[in-house]
């Protein structure tokens, strides 16, 4: 079954710099790729999605990813932080593997924006 | 436009009481998931329906049961809770994986 590897379970930044979310993925295939942000006590967003177009992907709130095949990576990056970016993010993959392709799931990285 | 109704928001169960999570979504997505989410874990995969009419086991399916009772719901019982079964429930839905996924606010469960 695909699956990702999220480094870092905390980050933390200040304000203004930039933020670095690692995200790797084992598949054999080209595999579905997604982010997620999750604010604390809500559900959680969908920031952006690889799905095999353009390897570099522009998402909501100022975030983006790129897709490296070479090293199996999908890493989230935005140039500034801001103090509502401190949220917990996932990084997510789909199993192609089972029916639905369900997503799974890395286990979060929480980021803490500092002043 | 509501997107992913789940209930209740908050329940508290004794060891080996039953309860039924509902999940309703008015998007009419084909695919609906349910998730648990613990500290450290991430989510983590209960069970799914890839199209009205079929459920699926995910990783971890041990202790509960679903019904995909049409296009709209899918509902997730816990026929006795265990303290194991402590977390947070989410429901999701989708009209395809590639589109990603629409989640509720989630049901946050504590059994004692």
């Known amino acids: 079954a695909q699956s990702v590897t999220q480094l870092g379970s905390h980050v933390s930044v200040s304000e203004g710099a930039l933020v670095l979310l690692r995200c790797n993925y084992s598949?054999?295939?080209?595999?579905?790729l997604f982010w997620y942000v999750q604010y604390p006590n809500q559900g959680l967003q969908l920031l952006l999605k690889y799905t095999s177009a353009a390897t570099l992907v522009k998402g909501i709130n100022g975030f983006e990813a790129e897709f490296k095949k070479s090293e199996t990576s999908f890493h989230l990056t935005k140039p500034s932080a801001h103090m509502r970016d401190a949220a917990e993010y996932f990084c997510?993959?789909?199993?192609?593997?089972?029916?639905?392709?369900?997503?799974?799931f890395g286990k979060g990285t929480s980021l803490l924006v500092t002043p | 436009n509501a997107g992913v109704t789940q209930t209740p928001k908050f329940q508290v169960l004794k060891t080996g009481q039953s309860m039924t999570l509902q999940c309703a979504q008015d998007m009419n997505h084909n695919s609906m998931y349910w998730y648990r989410q613990d500290p450290g874990m991430g989510l983590r995969l209960i069970y799914y329906?890839?199209?009205?009419?079929?459920?699926d086991k995910g990783e971890v399916p041990n202790g509960y049961n679903v019904s995909r009772l049409n296009k709209r719901e899918f509902s997730l019982r816990l026929e006795s809770a265990a303290p194991s079964q402590t977390s947070v429930y989410f429901c999701?839905?989708?009209?395809?994986?590639?589109?990603?996924?629409?989640f509720g606010s989630g049901t946050r469960l504590t059994v004692v």
């Open positions: 598949s054999s295939v080209p595999p579905y």
């Open positions: 329906s890839a199209s009205e009419g079929t459920t």
């Open positions: 999701a839905s989708s009209v395809e994986t590639a589109y990603g996924y629409t």
């Open positions: 997510a993959v789909s199993d192609m593997s089972n029916s639905g392709y369900a997503l799974n």
